[in-house]
């Protein structure tokens, strides 16, 4: 079973922040957060992953509860091309298993 | 370019026929991944593999086999037992190796059908 709770769909206009949230409630402290897109019938593009520290790279930010139990995806500045399925995943180093829930349906409309 | 590529894009077989799907990366990973991906669904992990001449079952293994007996390729066999073989296949890879943190590439898919 996935370790990850994601709503299943979200609107976002373009131009703004999208703010993707993810539960993970039973997560151990050795598994990292991290964050695919997928656009249809492609393979899951990375976005970024992170253990405890908030990050940032070109494409968006992850912040993490203090906890660790849930964290959010922000995409600040949304485009028509972000329209995706983002899935947030927990796991274990770069060999451990990567296992995907249903994800977020984001559409960015005009 | 370095990356996983799988072949072919999309494929047909008859009911009851192994099939195998091709996924070869040049990225030098350790780690090698299968999953499968039916329509409006999410991914599932079929087989995964952490080192050559090693691998593990993911949560729907059967009827399918897989054999990593080079550093950069990774076979995925369809065989007659899948009862429900028609599904995208996604291979994907990663550098592996304890207290390595990087994120997997993914191929861009097999479009398997079963008539």
């Known amino acids: 079973d996935a370790k990850t709770t994601q709503p299943p769909s979200m609107d976002c206009a373009e131009g703004r922040a999208a703010n993707l949230p993810c539960n993970h409630s039973?997560?151990?402290?050795?598994?990292?957060v991290y964050w695919y897109r997928q656009i249809h019938s492609q393979g899951p593009q990375y976005i970024i992953h992170?253990?405890?520290n908030n990050e940032t790279n070109e494409m968006a930010s992850l912040i993490i509860t203090e906890d660790r139990k849930s964290s959010t995806l922000i995409l600040p500045h949304a485009t028509l091309r972000d329209t995706a399925v983002y899935y947030c995943i927990v796991r274990v180093g770069s060999w451990g298993k990567l296992q995907f829930g249903a994800g977020t349906q984001v559409v960015v409309t005009p | 370019d370095g990356g996983i590529t799988q072949s072919p894009k999309y494929l047909f077989r008859k009911e009851g026929q192994n099939v195998t799907l091709s996924c070869e990366q040049n990225?030098?990973?350790?780690?090698m991944y299968w999953y499968r991906q039916d329509p409006g669904q999410g991914l599932r992990l079929i087989y995964y593999s952490q080192i050559v001449n090693d691998f593990q079952k993911g949560d729907i293994a059967e009827g399918y086999s897989v054999s990593r007996e080079k550093k950069e390729s990774f076979p995925l066999t369809v065989t007659s037992a899948q009862k429900n073989p028609t599904a995208f296949y996604l291979c994907?890879?990663?550098?592996?190796?304890?207290?390595?943190?990087?994120?997997?590439?993914f191929g861009q898919g097999t479009r398997l059908t079963v008539v």
């Open positions: 990225l030098n990973h350790d780690a």
């Open positions: 039973t997560i151990s402290g050795n598994e990292y």
């Open positions: 992170g253990l405890k």
């Open positions: 994907a890879s990663s550098i592996g190796g304890q207290g390595r943190n990087t994120e997997a590439f």
